[in-house]
Every structure is written in structure tokens, then in C-alpha cells.
């Protein structure tokens, strides 16, 4: 996902807390009650074996493998490298599936990269849509288009592709949206958010990647009425259109069940809303404001708890309701509280959060019953034993059945055990050399993707593809 930084030249305005303690007395009884027992049983409990990680975030957009035999610790020595591919700049992961992996890159021809956060870079060049074979690295196709940018950071597409029954799905930084035929790279059909929808492009580009649901493929889009637009996904068709707001944001949409109900969460830069996602119409919504307009992450939840961050001291816990679509808060973060998640995600799991607070560029652990902070290192951001990184280090959260894994936007792979207690990490080595110039620093801020016990990062320069089974299974 995009790097974001600053939104123009606006200060970043000071969020109050909101919460006591009697609020918080209340919360942690509420979550010790309803908080499911066997949580992490649960989610491990479908057994799985070569697993496709066709979209952003893995299978479920959550960051849980379920794959199983993959190693619970790194050696050493580090990971068996398989293979490499020479690529260009592009901040999308890569999504895999059907033993091929796709990714998207840009090819600059002119202009100039300022590596300013309020500026829009004026450049001209190629998109491309990549597909390698996954055990070998052979290419396979590829398709280009001439495209010129108007965003900062102009490294290259932002969204995850996504792959689904036989074809792929990709949004340039600049809102070309295509379906492509998985096997041959076929156009099937595209659309253009500014020429169809009147979207104007935000700032720091197109991030958020589509999500397929039944026949439907859900996208932020923009645009008067049609913030959010649903497709059939055979055949591009507009479904249903729904919302406007004040800018896009850069929120990947995700589903919740709750209130009975399936319910689609969309946050953009001023509002979290759920919708029906079979028509759009909205069943509730909730003020959240994050600092520059960075609503980037997508709500994470645990039982009926969903947790929401950004920039600044925007963050909250909802309560969502069992019987019917409506939601509660339970806490909403303050300045010592919470973590505001940039360009990581967090993990929620038996009432605990883990995530990477961009002010303080390290790793975190957030109490759900009352948003207290437990812990926070920045081993696995910027390195060291220091408590607070540089500004919005970042690391990338895979939680497997056994341990963590976490890609470090240093470019190391590591393995970890994560608990309230803090932080444990068993195993580490460079995988990748960052390479996008960040202010001054040289940074990955590209999600990984684990398939068929095989790991694949990406720069600006390379896909990389290591071998992560354990050997002992």
C-alpha cells in the first residue's frame, strides 16, 4: 500500500480522549465475557495445505495464514532463495494463486520522483500487470498501457492485484481498473474512475485494492454519489453506486459479519460506514477523522469487537450489536492510548492488538478492554532496542498457527513470538534490500504474500521468491 505522509501543507490536528475509567471498567468486563474462548483454535482450525494468497492481506484480507507446514522459526542462515525477477517500482504486493504470482509495477519515462509528501510528481510512463510462473520465476505475461501521474510518491500502483475464478483484478494509481484473464493476460473489460465516475485521483494515488463478494467486485472509486461502486465482476456492469464524501481515502473495503447480517465496512477520510453489499444502502456510520486524510487500514475485528486506526489520535473500538446492524463505541483513543496505524496493519486476537504505531515507528500492543498501551520495541521496525523508531517504521504482521512472521520495512524477515508479555524474536535475515527514498530514509513498504510454502516480497527493483516450508514436515 501507499506510503502516506502528509496531506498539502495542513498541521496535524490533536485528537482529545474521550474515555474514563469507568468506561474502561466496563469495556474489559464486556470483553472478557463475549471474547471466544477457543479464538485462535478457531481460526486455525480449517486444515490447509498449499494455500493461495490471491489478494492483498492474505486469503481473508487479515493477515492469518492457515497454511500449514511453513516454519515457525527463521534460521540462521536465512530462508533458500528460489529465484528473482527484475521488475520496477511499484508499492502493490504481490497476490498468488494457481501456482502464478502477479504484481504491478510503473515504467518512468519522464519526470522526476520529488519524494515530497505534499507535492503531486508529474510523470509519464507505462503501468504493467506481471505474471510469473510461482516455482520458477519464468514470465509468463504481461500487459502494459501508457499512463501519466498526477500523484506523490509516484513510485508506482498502489493496489494489491486480486485473482478470483480464472482472472485477475487491478487498479492503477491513477484509477484504471481491468480484469484480465488469469491464464493468457486477455483483457476482458476495464473501466476509468475519472472518465467514468468523475473520480478525482486522491493525492497519494489509488490504493485500495477490490474486494470480491459473490458476483460482485466492490471498489473505492469517487465521485459524486459513488465513493463506493460494486461491478459484476464477469462482466464490469455497474450494480449499485453508493456515497460521497469529501475525498476517497485509501481504505481497502472489507466484509464483517455481525447484527446477523453480512455488513461492508468502508472508511473514508471522514466516516466509517457499513453497507448492505448486495445494494449499498447504509446501516450506520461513524465519525473518524484521521490526520492528512490517511484512512488507510481497514477495520480489524475479534467476537464482536472491530477496531479501526489512522493517523493521529484517530482510533476506536466499536462494539458491534449481535442482533441487528448498529454499532456502540466502546473506547476511542487518545495521545498515550491506542496505536495509529499508516502503513501496517494490525492483528486482533483474544482481546490483545498488535500493530505499528507510525508516530512512534514501532511495534505495539494495545489492551482491547481499555486501549491501554502494554508494549512497544522497535526491533522489528527500524532495528535496535530503542522505544521509539523514526517516524512511521513500519512492519508487516503475518500471525500462523504456531508463531509471527514479520517483514520489516528494512527489507528483514523475521520470526517472532508476540504476547501481552511483549515481545520475543526468534529468528531473522535480510530478505530484500529496501529501496524507495522515504525523506531520508530507505525503506520496503510493500506487503509480502506466503503460498504453497513459498515467500515472495518485492521493491523497486526486484520480486524475490524464497522457500518457507519447514523442512521437518
Known sequence: MIPNRFHHTERMPVFPAFFGTNVMTTAASILLRTLPVALLGCVFSRPACGDDWPQWNGPTRDGILRERGIRSVIPPEGLPKLWSQPIHSGYSGPAVA????YVTDYVRRAGRVANDPGTRDRLEGTERVLCFDARSGRPLWKHAYDRSYAVSYGGGPRATPV?????V???????NLICFDAENGTVLWQSDFH???QADTPLWGHAATPLIHGDSLICLVGGPGSLVVSFDRRTGTVQWRSL?????GYCSPVIVHAGGTEQLMIWDPTTIHSLRPDNGQEYWQHPLRPGYGMSILPPVTSGPFMFVSGEGDASVLLRLDENEPKASVVWTGGPRTSMSLATSGAIFEDGWIYGCDCRAGALVCVRAADGKRMWQTTAPTSGGDRRRGRRYGSAFLIRTENSWLIFSDTGDFISADLSPDGYRETGRFHAIDPGEQIWSDQVVWMYPAISDGRLFLRNNRQLVCYDIRDPRQ
Not at 163 to 167: F, L, N, T
Not at 169 to 175: N, P, S
Open 195 to 197: 472518465q467514468d465516475f
Open 169 to 175: 483484478y487491478t487498479v492503477g494509481a491513477e484509477g
Open 163 to 167: 485473482i478470483h475464478d480464472g482472472r
Open 244 to 248: 460521497t464524501a469529501e475525498e476517497t
Open 98 to 101: 494457481g501456482g502464478r504470482v
